[in-house]
């Protein structure tokens, strides 16, 4: 069983539409990241979020992190094809991240 | 490039080989962590290892598996007597920040390209 559970699985677009990807969980998480990950590549940090409430932006992408600090969404306004990847969240906890199982986001041109 | 450096980035192996890792961490990161990905189950925390010290191994298996970080060289995940079951992507990521304490933040990982085990 995932500690972090990612949604939707999967998500495909039209250049220019919203989107956004969930990540729940029912544990406590002292922050929490969110990656990108691209075929072949290993995944790279796009945020992290510490404070329950919380939210970043960056750019199209907007972080929000649960006032409990157990879960978090991610969205992303006007969507671009180099927007096109795997999103993974990771909940900080004893040390260590743990992942979901990832949103693998398709945006179509 | 001073990014995590991983290699092999292809192993193939036969049922009953042994596979072996390497990792070396960014420059000045004495912190090591290895993830293994399986297609849509994301990545499973393996091990977390410091410079000669296992911190956290409750994510390997308990038999074929081992890890190590020596004080020189880079960091080793060993596989014995694979099996199909062990074919994966082999994440390696390293930071920097010494976490203290249990909400302490783990900072950021710095991932290397991967190494993919294939097993035959």
């Known amino acids: 069983t995932q500690l972090l559970e990612q949604s939707p699985q999967f998500l495909s677009i039209q250049e220019g539409e919203n989107l956004t990807v969930y990540c729940n969980s029912s544990?406590?998480?002292?922050?929490l990241q969110w990656y990108r990950q691209e075929p072949g590549e290993g995944p790279v940090l796009l945020v992290t979020v510490v404070t329950g409430g919380e939210v970043k932006k960056l750019k199209r992408l907007t972080f929000q992190f649960g006032d409990a600090r157990k879960d978090s969404s991610l969205h992303i306004t006007a969507a671009q094809p180099g927007d096109t990847g795997l999103y993974l969240c990771a909940g900080d906890s004893d040390y260590k991240l743990s992942f979901g199982a990832g949103t693998t986001v398709t945006v179509r041109a | 490039n001073a990014g995590v450096m991983q290699n092999p980035r292809h192993l193939v192996r036969r049922r009953g080989q042994e596979a072996r890792l390497r990792c070396s961490p960014m420059?000045?990161?004495?912190?090591v962590y290895w993830y293994r990905q399986l297609p849509e189950e994301g990545l499973k925390f393996m091990v977390y290892l410091q410079k000669e010290n296992i911190i956290d191994e409750s994510g390997m298996p308990k038999e074929r598996f081992s890890a190590e970080f020596p004080k020189e060289g880079p960091s080793i995940l060993r596989i014995q007597q694979v099996v199909r079951g062990d074919s994966a992507a082999y994440f390696c990521a390293s930071s920097p920040v010494r976490p203290r304490g249990r909400w302490a933040n783990t900072g950021e990982l710095f991932f290397g390209e991967g190494s993919r085990l294939t097993v035959l």
């Open positions: 544990s406590v998480f002292s922050s």
């Open positions: 420059k000045g990161h004495s912190h």
